[in-house]
């Protein structure tokens, strides 16, 4: 299939521009076990939305995005009701799910969905990682993209040297904001600058790269690409000998931007780094929801957002509370706490920096801190379930408690009980159980 890259700017009008939210699949990793078990990632609630409800809304926000695409390998009705909620919410964005037939990398389905993202013939495009929580200043992003007459611009944050060999990291010249070097998750230290998983490409740049990158692929197929971080140790690409060029995209598609393409684009191309000093973190484990959560209802507060519940003695903002909940008006919440529909929180109960999902229940005076409820969920009363703290701008959701490493937010899976006055610390609990005694640090299987 030949490639049609259309020209920069269309003759008389402004540039116009499109989006793509990455949304993977059903990920074999563990990391979001167990809530991921009952719901996709990318449509668990926080804040009282569905994480990619908050990338998809950053979108909307720039006037020339007419059209979003989600692209991921979950099957088609996963998100047909998202997309029908923000079609109707939305009416002047065109929203589809673009279906890779397996995992591609980030980006082989790009690639493989070109026609599409080129069609109407836009100058650029935004690529957003569905996982990640943050202000997304897309806006900022595409000032810099047109002052600097640039061809890729990617969004950065710095974070402290010990976790910055976990992301994408970029060495830049913090006069020109060029990028200089580019390392998918270096061995050694080169720069606590990383990667956010936000960025914006020229479509006459984009795709001419990928297609070298698979041209690479083919003349040299041992350097293999794996579709994702989360599927190290169960993917097994094939290949085929007799790829052509213009056809071997189709069969030898596994291309990731981190590992593929973005160290090329800081040799030969005009890349360029936004920096944010602004909140971002990843969403990998469950628990990092929690901290996730918090960041997005802070940034609701400071946004005076109509949709979070009006302080008060017993409300401390922000607190995000579904309307068909029924909160005890005894009952203290937050700060950062999110109540899901139709939950039901009993006389005297304390929760704080939490998650209650819906139809979850937590009965009178018992106390539930940094911590996710699951759905249907019950906490009997007295009970107390409860995390440990960790700093909201951490990178990390785990813990030593007695010289093992735990995890810091206590998640409760769907349909679990805790019975009267006991308590859950620190612990993750798979769906369906019962927690009739004290239990710390423990995974219950
Ligand atoms: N459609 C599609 N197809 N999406 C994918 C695929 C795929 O084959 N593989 C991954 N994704 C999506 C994931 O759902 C996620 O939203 C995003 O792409 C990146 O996921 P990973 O491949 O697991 O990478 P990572 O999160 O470990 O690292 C990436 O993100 C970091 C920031 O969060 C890299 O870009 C790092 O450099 C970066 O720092």
Redesign the pocket.
């Known amino acids: 299939m030949s490639l049609q890259v259309p020209h920069r700017t269309k003759a008389g009008g402004s540039p116009s521009t499109k989006a793509v939210i ?4 059903p990920s074999r990793g563990t990391r979001f076990r167990p809530l991921s078990l009952d719901v996709p990632k990318p449509l668990f609630e926080v804040a009282g939305h569905p994480i990619i409800w908050h990338c998809f809304r950053a979108v909307t926000k720039v006037p020339s995005i007419k059209e979003v695409f989600l ?3 979950y099957d088609e009705s996963i998100f047909q009701p998202f997309i029908k909620e923000m079609a109707s919410a939305y009416p002047h964005i065109q929203v589809r799910y673009l279906r ?1 037939y397996q ?4 980006a ?2 790009l690639y493989h969905f070109r026609d599409a993202i080129l069609k109407g013939r836009p100058d650029r495009f935004f690529v957003l ?4 929580c943050c202000s997304f200043p897309l806006g900022e992003m595409l000032r810099l993209f047109e002052e600097k007459n640039a061809e890729a611009v990617i969004l950065g944050t710095r974070v402290g040297n010990d976790a910055a060999s976990n ?2 990291c970029i060495v830049s010249d913090a006069h020109s904001k060029r990028v200089l070097h580019y390392v ?2 270096p061995e050694s230290h080169i720069s606590n600058l ?4 936000v960025y914006l490409f020229s479509t006459e740049c984009i795709f001419p790269s990928i297609k070298s990158a698979i041209k690479r692929r083919t003349d040299r197929p041992r350097l293999v690409s794996y ?4 599927a190290l140790d169960s993917y097994y690409p094939t290949f085929s000998a007799d790829d052509d060029d213009d056809d071997s995209g189709e069969k030898n598609e596994v291309i ?3 590992q593929d393409i973005l160290s090329d684009l800081a040799d030969s191309r005009q890349f360029f780094v936004l920096e944010t000093k602004d909140f971002w973190r ?1 969403i ?1 484990t469950a628990g990092s929801a929690v901290p996730a959560n918090a960041l997005y209802l802070i940034s609701a507060m400071q946004n005076q957002s109509e949709e979070l519940a009006k302080p008060s003695a017993n409300i401390l903002q922000p607190v995000f509370i579904h309307p068909s909940a029924q909160v005890d008006p005894t009952a203290k919440l937050g700060p950062n706490v999110s109540i899901g529909p139709r939950a039901i929180i009993g006389a005297g109960v304390r929760v704080k920096e939490s998650i209650v999902l819906e139809d979850a229940e937590i009965r009178h005076d018992a106390c539930v801190l940094y911590s996710i409820i699951g759905w249907s969920s019950k906490v009997g009363a007295w009970a107390r379930v409860e995390g440990t703290p960790t700093p909201v701008r951490e990178h990390s959701t785990s813990v030593v408690k007695n010289g093992v490493k735990v995890q810091s937010i206590t998640i409760l899976g769907k349909e679990c009980a805790v019975a009267d006055e006991v308590r859950v610390q620190n612990c993750v609990c798979l769906p369906f159980k019962e927690l009739k005694r004290d239990v710390a640090n423990e995974i219950i299987m």
Do not use: H, M, W
């Open positions: 990455l949304v993977g699949g692209v991921g390998y890779e995992a591609l990398g980030t082989g389905g990682n569905a996982d990640v992301f994408g998918e998750k990383i990667n956010c998983g579709p994702s971080s989360e990731r931007l981190e990843q990998k």
